[in-house]
């Protein structure tokens, strides 16, 4: 009942930027926090960031002072401005909607490549 559609992804050199956006449509209305979470080769999937529809927001230890999540209620947009970009932040990149049905949705993933 919620479709996601991810851009963004990209090549970048370390130490750039890249900012992601996520927007969601269909059942808006349920989705209690959208986040971003990413998987690289060999390893789990991992929460990046999240924020729920109060405003609040979580980062991975990873991220923190790097990375910005924000969301924009009335475009039911999420994106991830992501700078300062290490070799270790190239993985798939996912979007994700929580819903309040504790129903968990996701987007198709997004690569992103930090390498110079």
């Known amino acids: 009942q919620v479709q996601l559609v991810e851009s963004g992804g990209g090549l970048v050199q370390p130490g750039g930027s890249l900012r992601l956006s996520c927007a969601a449509s269909?059942?808006?209305?349920?989705?209690?926090?959208m986040g971003w979470y990413r998987q690289a080769p060999g390893k789990e999937r991992e929460l990046v960031a999240i924020?729920?529809?109060?405003?609040?927001?979580n980062y991975a230890d990873s991220v923190k002072g790097r990375f910005t999540i924000s969301r924009d209620n009335a475009k039911n947009t999420v994106t991830l401005q992501m700078n300062s970009l290490k070799p270790e932040d190239t993985a798939v990149y996912y979007c994700?909607?929580?819903?309040?049905?504790?129903?968990?949705?996701w987007g198709q993933g997004t690569q992103v490549t930090v390498s110079s």
């Open positions: 994700n909607a929580h819903l309040i049905t504790f129903r968990d949705y």
């Open positions: 269909g059942s808006i209305i349920s989705i209690n926090a």
């Open positions: 924020v729920t529809s109060a405003g609040t927001t």
